[in-house]
């Protein structure tokens, strides 16, 4: 194609033809490379996200081995706790097993006379601190004994020697004149139960799972 | 005289130059849309690749989702499980061996003290910065014979605020004022003191 002679003319053709480009380049830049490097740009991040995730998901699955052993080690930790150490109850009723046990350990310390009496449950106040809600209560029965200050240091060392979570919340010694031997003491005694009276089931079912698994180890793969 | 005459009318004219301006554009009309489409190729093929890497990590994540949200359950049932035995072993860690404490109390009275009363309380108390805590308090009451009875009752809370094994329990042990006076019982000896001492246990914030 041949420029036109005139001057003027030629300018104008040049002018268009530098027109014609710019739009060329305006089309193609707005048509083809901006959105062929945005949509480059959506999915790198897009992949950057699912990248980030897969890492998350990598790590938690990671730490499952260690977390399955741990709760295990709760699990048989809490089981232990709840089936020996913290109250149990006969359908709801706490005294009667405290009485139980008291009288066991009574007589084992050579206590001849005691009376027992239902404090009944105490809930302790939550903490606002605190970030779970409590699970466990206390629960207090009062016991009324005389005997030997020897023979209550004796039941007091069994008490607590066989239950690491039982302690006494009140005591009270008093002599008397006309037995100086023997004293008369009011023993305020404190257990841990659990608020939710189910988890005493949850727990023991869990126990019996866990005696059912350790039996036929092969089933469990 | 030379005379050079030019005929090469101007539209005739040619360049002398290897590398003509109508050359560099004629170049330069193939070239840079060749570039431009091979960039635009080369972006959508990046594009195609990526959206492909896309699609298998994709399959990939809903594959780990799921164990990722058994992960995630366990990982809340060891947290959940971990503030239950806090909570219980906080009754453990946290309570006085009454037993040590009364057999403690049987070696360290002086011959000279005779104890009437004793009471122990441990109490759970609210304490707006700790929570619950367990608030221990011990108060003997008891009776001192002889001119030494003063020396004897001293003695005896001295060894209370060091008594072996409660060095870090017990706070503090003293004789209130007018805890330590004479018996005033009908049948006392004049010798014959009585006597309260107090001691307090450090308080124990409980989980």
Redesign the interface.
Known sequence: MKLP?DKKQRVQVIILICMGIVAVLYV?LHA??IP??K??EN??K??SI??D??E???R??M??KR??V??AD??S??VN?SMAH?LQHEVGNFLLPAAHHIQKLVEESGIAKHSILGMGP?Q??Q?N????E???M?YSVRVTVECA??N???F??R??ADN????????????QKTQPEKHKMVLDI?W?IWIDLDAYDAYSQMAAQRAAEESNPEEDG | MNLRVDLILE?EQRSGSPVSGKGIVRIASLVVPAI?AF??IL??L??RA??S??KN??R??SR??I??E???T??K??V??????D??ES??TT??????L??AL?REVPASV???????????A?DEDK??VRRLKLTINGLADGFKAKDAVEKLTRRLQTLPAFTNSIESAAVPPGAFAADRSPDAPKSRRVFRIECTFYESP??
Request: aromatic share 8%.
């Open positions: 002679e193609v083809g490379i062929v490097t949509g480059l999915r790198k897009k992949l699912v990248e995730k897969i998350k998901a990598n938690d699955i730490q499952s977390h399955t741990r709760n709760l699990e930790k809490l706790a913290l105490l302790l106040r903490w601190k605190r970030k779970n409590r699970t466990v206390s200050y020897s209550l240091v004796l007091a060392d008490m607590l690491p979570y039982v302690s006494f919340s009140g005591l009270r010694i008093s002599a404190r841990p | 539209s431009i960039i635009v972006g959508l990046n594009v990526v959206s890497t896309v990590r994709e990939e994540w780990k989702k164990q990722q058994d992960a995630v366990l990982r049932a060891v959940r499980n971990q503030a239950v035995w909570e219980i009754w453990r309570r006085t061996d009454v037993a040590l009364l057999a049987q005779q104890l009437v009363d004793l009471t122990f309380s441990d109490d759970f609210f929570g619950v409980l989980e």
